[in-house]
Structure formats: C-alpha cells, structure tokens
C-alpha cells in the first residue's frame, strides 16, 4: 500500500546528507558524498519503482488523500502496519546491500593494491 515511503523518506534524509557534504573539502568527506550516492541512486530508484507499482494497482491515486488506504481507518491501520514492516524491512536490506558492496569494494581493493580516488 504504502510501504515505499519509507526507503523514499531515508532517500530524502541521505539526499540532504549527501549534498552537505558534497561542499565539504574534506577528502574523507567527498569520497562519503559519492558512496552516499550510490545508496540514494538505489533507495530512489527502489522507492520509484514500488510507487509505479502501486499506482500500477490502484492503490495510489493523483487525488487526495493520494493513498486509497487513508479511506477507511482500518485500511490505515493495515497501511500503517505494512510500512513499519515491509517498508522498514526494505530500506533496512537496501542499505546493507550497499553497506556489504562498499565492504566487497573495500576488500578488494586493498587486495589489488589500488588506491582509492580522492
């Protein structure tokens, strides 16, 4: 029903967290902002497709109040109840997707010898 609005809303928070430290100069900092872009371009992307999925089944809809389950309270509950699970579940496995692929990444590099671009 609604579960994508939780991967969007952690979306949105790294978004900000990532333009922030985009200005930094640090060195440190800016190579974070990219790795934070790889998380957004996935949270995002995730989030877009289950939102077209959703519109895809009715469940959203271009009017007010946008989400059909905000109709009857007892849909809201079960909305409510999808996306402090499935929602929750979602963004929780998103991120340590990218957390275990930085960690790949990081392994790997230090077996090649490459050194990581500033």
Same mark, same amino acid.
């Not at 979306?11 to 440190?28: F, Q, R, Y």
């Given at each position: 029903m609604?579960?994508?609005?939780?991967?969007? /809303?952690?979306?949105?928070?790294?978004?900000?967290?990532?333009?922030?430290?985009?200005?930094?100069?640090?060195?440190?900092?800016?190579?974070?902002?990219?790795?934070?872009?790889?998380?957004? /371009?996935?949270? &995002? /992307?995730?989030?877009?497709?289950?939102?077209?999925?959703?519109? &895809?089944?009715?469940?959203?809809v271009p009017w007010f109040p946008f989400l059909t389950a905000m109709n009857d309270p007892a849909d809201t509950a079960e909305m409510l109840a999808e996306m402090s699970t499935v929602g929750v579940t979602m963004a929780i496995v998103v991120t340590a997707a990218w957390a275990i692929g930085l960690g790949v990444a990081s392994v790997l590099r230090k077996k090649t010898g490459e050194v990581p671009a500033a």
């Open positions: 609604a579960c994508f609005i939780v991967p969007a /809303g952690e979306a949105i928070i790294t978004t900000v967290a990532e333009k922030v430290l985009e200005k930094n100069d640090s060195p440190v900092l800016s190579q974070l902002s990219s790795k934070l872009k790889v998380l957004n /371009g996935m949270l &995002w /992307g995730g989030s877009a497709l289950l939102a077209f999925e959703h519109i &895809w089944h009715g469940e959203v």
